[in-house]
C-alpha cells in the first residue's frame, strides 16, 4: 500500500511527529513484502497534547493489531498526525470541550465488553472484547472524517464492514434501519451524570443509518486506528465510522446494534433537528444555520492559527455512496 511521505526537504522539524515514523515505517514494510505485518511494530500510541501544547496523560493500555492494507482503501492524503487524533475529540460522555475526552477516559474500562446485535433479526448475535478482533478480517482503511463543525482529518482506521457484522444475525426482510447504542454507565462517563456536564444530551448516545447505508462496503466498524487498538477518547474498545457522513453519526464505544423498521430517533436530530438531520450527509451546498459547510479547516501538523482551509466535497469526496440518494431531495433530508 502506497503511504505518500514527503521528501525529508519538505518537512519542518515541528513535522516530525510519530505519524511521520509510521508512514516511513510502513514504507519499510512494504518494500520488504510485509503487508499487515504491524503487529511486529508494536509502539504505544503518540503523546496527546492540546493546543495549546500540553502534555495530555494518556496511560490507556492499546495494542498493537495485526491487519490487511487493500489498495482501494489507500489514500494519499497527509495523515492527521496521530497525537491529534487522540487529543482533539468530541465525545460527550467524557465532557462537552474537545480536550475533555483525553482527560476523562483515561481509565475507561473496555474489558469485558459486550456488543449485541439484535431486533428484526433471525438469529441475535453477541460478541464479547475478543471476539471484537478475533472473528473478523481486520483492515486498514484510511478515511477523511469531516465534523460538522468544519474541521476534518485523515486517519488511518482499522475495523472490519459493519456489513459482515449485520449478516452474521441474518436480517429479516422487514429490516429497513439500523440503531445504534453507545455504553450508558454514569460511574465511568462524567458527562451522563448531568445535562450541564453531557452538553444537554439524553442519554444514552443513539444514532441511526438506513439498511442500505449500513450494509454499504464503506461503512465500518473501527477496533483500532494508527496500528493499535483503539484509544477510549476515539471510542473504544469499537465505534462506527460513515465516511460520507458528518462525524457525529460515527457513534462511540457501541454495545448494541438493533435493525428496525421504522426511522429511529437520534441524539442529535432530537436535541435541534433544524441542525443535524437523520441523513447528515456531507454536502457542501447545504449550510449548517449557523455556518458554512462549503469548505473546511484541514487538522494537520501545524498549529491552531495554521491556514490550511479546503473545499468540502460532496460525500467528503466519496461518490460511490451517491446512487443511495438519486431520488431524494437532499436538502430536505440533509
Ligand atoms: N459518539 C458518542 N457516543 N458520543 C459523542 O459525543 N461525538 C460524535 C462522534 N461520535 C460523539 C460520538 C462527533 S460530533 C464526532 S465529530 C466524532 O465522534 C468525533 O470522533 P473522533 O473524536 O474520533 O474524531
Given at each position: 500500500m502506497l503511504i505518500r511521505t514527503p521528501k525529508s526537504s519538505q518537512i519542518k522539524e515541528h513535522q516530525v511527529t510519530d505519524e511521520h515514523i509510521y508512514q516511513n515505517r510502513r514504507q519499510i514494510l512494504k518494500s520488504m513484502g510485509?503487508?499487515?505485518?504491524?503487529a511486529l511494530m508494536a509502539s504505544p500510541h503518540a503523546r496527546a497534547v492540546n493546543w495549546f501544547g500540553e502534555d495530555e496523560a494518556t496511560t490507556f493500555k492499546t495494542t498493537a493489531l495485526t491487519f490487511s492494507q487493500p489498495q482501494i482503501y489507500h489514500s494519499d492524503e497527509i495523515l492527521t498526525p496521530e497525537q491529534k487524533i487522540i487529543s482533539h475529540n468530541n465525545f460527550y460522555e467524557f465532557g462537552?470541550?474537545?480536550?475533555?475526552p483525553v482527560a476523562n477516559s483515561?481509565?475507561?474500562?473496555?474489558?469485558p465488553w459486550s456488543l449485541r446485535i439484535d431486533g428484526l433479526v433471525e438469529k441475535p448475535v453477541t460478541l464479547g472484547y475478543d471476539d471484537l478482533y478475533k472473528h473478523f478480517d481486520l483492515e486498514e482503511r484510511i478515511y477523511r472524517l469531516r465534523c460538522v463543525e468544519a474541521w476534518s482529518m485523515v486517519v488511518p482506521w482499522i475495523g472490519f464492514s459493519l456489513a459482515d457484522l449485520i449478516k452474521k444475525a441474518n436480517p429479516?426482510?422487514?429490516?429497513?434501519y439500523v440503531v445504534f447504542e453507545t455504553l450508558y454507565d454514569p460511574d465511568q462517563m462524567p458527562g451522563q451524570r448531568n445535562r450541564f456536564s453531557g452538553g444537554?444530551?439524553?442519554?444514552p448516545y443513539i444514532e441511526g443509518l438506513r439498511l442500505d447505508e449500513a450494509m454499504h462496503p464503506l461503512t465500518l466498524m473501527s477496533v483500532g486506528l494508527y496500528g493499535k487498538t483503539l484509544p477510549p477518547q476515539n471510542g473504544a474498545p469499537i465505534r462506527l465510522v460513515v465516511p460520507w457522513k458528518y462525524g457525529f453519526k460515527s457513534i462511540k464505544s457501541v454495545v448494541r446494534i438493533r435493525l428496525t423498521d421504522k426511522m429511529p430517533a437520534t441524539t442529535w436530530n432530537q436535541l435541534a433537528a433544524n441542525e443535524y438531520g437523520f441523513y447528515a450527509n456531507v454536502n457542501p451546498k447545504v449550510d449548517h444555520p449557523r455556518w458554512t459547510q462549503a469548505s473546511e479547516r484541514r487538522i494537520t501538523s501545524g498549529g491552531l492559527f495554521t491556514r490550511n482551509r479546503i473545499d468540502t466535497q460532496m460525500f467528503n469526496g466519496y461518490p460511490e455512496v451517491a446512487s443511495m440518494y438519486t431520488d431524494m431531495d437532499l436538502r430536505k433530508y440533509y
Open positions: 510485509f503487508l499487515g505485518a504491524s462537552s470541550s474537545k480536550s475533555d483515561q481509565s475507561f474500562k473496555v474489558e429479516l426482510s422487514k429490516a429497513k444537554g444530551i439524553d442519554y
